[in-house]
């Protein structure tokens, strides 16, 4: 299967970002997975006004893949209104690592296009998992 391009994962997360709820930061984050089959999950932060119930785009993107039975993912990118571009937050990184695994690429970018790209590995270089079960 014929990955996608970059700047093509990048805009499916852009298009996700869009559907954001976010009425107390107004801080809006699209994400969109690659699975190794073609198929990619998108995901936007959900706000809540208990901040704890608040889910992350990763997380969303992340939840909608597992939920259907996908598996094997390739790639994640987030992307948000930011000065650099925007990597997950520790949570999301453990959830990252936990369900793709440590060569998991992120692809981390802003609205004007710049991005990075780093393994899941460089995020969470001291992950908590089932070792410690």
């Not at 970059?6 to 107004?26: F, H, M, Q, V």
């Not at 060569?103 to 899941?120: P, S, T, W």
């Amino acid at each position: 299967m014929r990955a996608i391009p970059t700047n093509e994962l990048i805009d499916i997360a852009r298009e996700a970002r869009e559907y954001a709820r976010a009425p107390y930061s107004n801080f809006k984050v699209g994400a969109a997975v690659e699975c190794a089959n073609g198929r990619t999950f998108t995901g936007c932060n959900i706000e809540n006004s208990s901040y704890g119930s608040t889910l992350c785009a990763e997380q969303v993107a992340l939840a909608k893949a597992v939920s259907e039975g996908a598996r094997g993912f390739v790639r994640i990118a987030v992307i948000a209104d930011a000065d650099r571009p925007i990597p997950p937050c520790g949570a999301c990184r453990q959830v990252i690592f936990e369900l793709c695994g440590r060569e998991m690429e992120v692809v981390m970018a802003k609205l004007d296009g710049q991005f990075e790209i780093r393994k899941a590995s460089e995020l969470l270089p001291a992950p908590f998992d089932q070792t410690f079960l």
